[in-house]
């Protein structure tokens, strides 16, 4: 029987399974204890919730399900183009409808869940989404064109939350162009065009913003906070990253937007936009 343990971690989860289908924010933090849970639970530091086969279990079992999964799939026909801890992509064949995944995935769930010392009801092989397209680039990396016309990006350095401005604003530019072509790459020829028009229009589109403490806060003088903290005093900055103006910085230096009306193209870093923009680049899919 599941230890008290595992009842509160069960708990957590169908609390956090409530909160994420109310688009609650809570939801975020319970993910992250439950990830803390499960870390603790492989480490012998931590006695009252060490347990030797927990992390082991846990991976092995879902490896055997994924597994499980797909050749039940490939038997029937259809192919498998991609898989990770928790999900897979399958291409449908001719004369397959989604009313037959439908099936053979109930018909999966309900093997798996008869063979399982703790069945759930939460446990279910859904459907995320259906693509036309989809590149694949690493794992949880990839972009698809979905079957209503819409654009999803997964896991891709320009949907993270540090991404810089102008990656951002060249993303917006080209996702009626994607979807009008059915295709998501460009030359670099193009892309550089882009990127020289809206630096010419405003320089602070490549600015990167800091949040920095008052000097005393940091151990290292040499770090880039404490430096910036030092020149421009604490709160929040946008400061462009440059080769050879500003105080702060060796190889890689940062200045204000407006000390950097006196640069050139030439001495900007865009090393942060090209490679955010390097998945719709020619050439490029893995």
């Not at 997964?154 to 951002?168: C, E, R, V």
């Amino acid at each position: 029987e599941q230890g008290k343990v595992e009842k509160v971690v069960k708990e957590i989860f169908l609390k956090r399974k409530e909160y994420k289908k109310n688009g609650d924010p809570r939801q975020q933090a319970l993910k992250i204890m439950l990830n803390t849970l499960y870390g603790l639970s492989g480490s012998p530091i931590f006695k009252n919730i060490f347990n030797m086969t927990t992390s082991g279990d846990t991976t092995y079992i879902g490896r055997t399900m994924i597994n499980y999964t797909r050749k039940r799939f490939e038997d029937e026909g259809y192919e498998v183009v991609y898989g990770d801890t928790d999900s897979i992509f399958i291409k449908l064949p001719d004369g397959k409808t989604i009313e037959d995944y439908d099936k053979l995935a109930k018909t999966t769930i309900d093997e798996i869940l008869k063979n399982v010392p703790f069945p759930a009801d939460t446990f279910k092989l859904d459907i995320d989404d259906v693509f036309e397209k989809v590149w694949l680039f690493k794992k949880k990396m990839y972009v698809g064109i979905r079957t209503d016309g819409s654009l999803l990006i997964k896991g891709l350095p320009i949907k993270k939350h540090d991404a810089s401005q102008l990656g951002q604003k060249i993303l917006e530019e080209l996702k009626p162009i994607m979807l009008l072509t059915k295709n998501i790459k460009f030359e670099r020829t193009y892309l550089k065009n882009i990127i020289d028009r809206e630096i010419e229009k405003d320089i602070s589109i490549i600015g990167q913003l800091y949040n920095v403490k008052s000097v005393d806060s940091y151990k290292s003088a040499s770090s880039i906070q404490c430096q910036i903290a030092t020149w421009f005093g604490e709160g929040t900055h946008i400061l462009i990253p440059n080769k050879t103006l500003g105080e702060v910085g060796k190889t890689k230096k940062y200045c204000t937007p407006e000390q950097a009306k006196q640069l050139s193209f030439d001495d900007l870093f865009l090393d942060k936009v090209w490679a955010e923009l390097e998945p719709f680049i020619n050439n490029t899919a893995v």
